[in-house]
């Protein structure tokens, strides 16, 4: 099986011989968990691909919303990525060193904005690093560039729009958090008092679309079998979830990859369901 839509992924080959191309822009977008103890600021100012310049997704977020790094209104985007010297006409390449999340998340941010022409680097920083190409901790000097956001609102769910779902059963959904947590078995790793999962969801872990070995993605047709095996048809729509809407764009970038079009991401996940009382909530 090939891939329904290649643009989406480069691999760390098609970028070291692009890395000098005019219309090519690159993205550090590193992130963790405070329970991590890293931090991807500083890691971007140690060693970066050159030229990159530093996406913060804690930043470039809708800051009132008191959820963590939800999609921020389009104005604010629009100032943020210009500012970075992303703009209209540029070929983004996201990449992450910390298995795709938040790269992923970028590449989602980037499409719901209306910006297509944007793709994820397959195996993200490590793999760079380990096929020995260059690194530098120099600051990019970005030029101001013209980004008009166009927002597609089919790539993007609320809570409302999931709770109705939870009746109608309109629309497939995933949820990428680890199986123990999925189940209600441990606790989240921030405070919410409800632990399980959105009633009919299917549990799709986003470590298990990556190759642990590589820290590449997994080839079509095993992200195939691994949709297929969670019955999941590619041809209805579908709404990915996760704790707190992060890991989530890794499957939804997963099911781009072999066609499946009509994804969108639950932005406010669990860290918004499992706060909100009277939330309906299944375990196991």
Known sequence: MSIANPDALVSTNWLADHLSAPDVRVVDASWFLPKQNRNAREEYEAEHIPGAV????????????????MLPPPEKFSSKVRKLGLGNGNRIVVYDSNNYAASARVWWMFRTFGHTDISVLDGGLPKWLREGRPVEDL???????????????????????????????HEQ????????????????PRPCPLQGHIPGAVNIPSAELIDETTHTLLPPDALRARFDAAGIDLKRPTVVGCGSGVTACIVALGLHLIGANEVAVYDGSWAEWGNREGSPVAQG
């Open 54 to 69: 530093f996406f913060d997704i804690d930043e470039i977020a809708d800051t009132d919303s008191g959820l963590p790094h």
């Open 173 to 188: 959904l995933i949820d990428a958090r680890p199986a123990p947590r999925f189940r209600g078995e441990i606790p989240e």
């Open 139 to 169: 600051p990019p000097v970005p030029r101001t560039r013209h980004f008009v956001a166009r927002f597609n609102r089919l790539l993007l769910r609320d809570y409302d729009h999931v709770l109705a779902n939870v009746e109608s059963h």
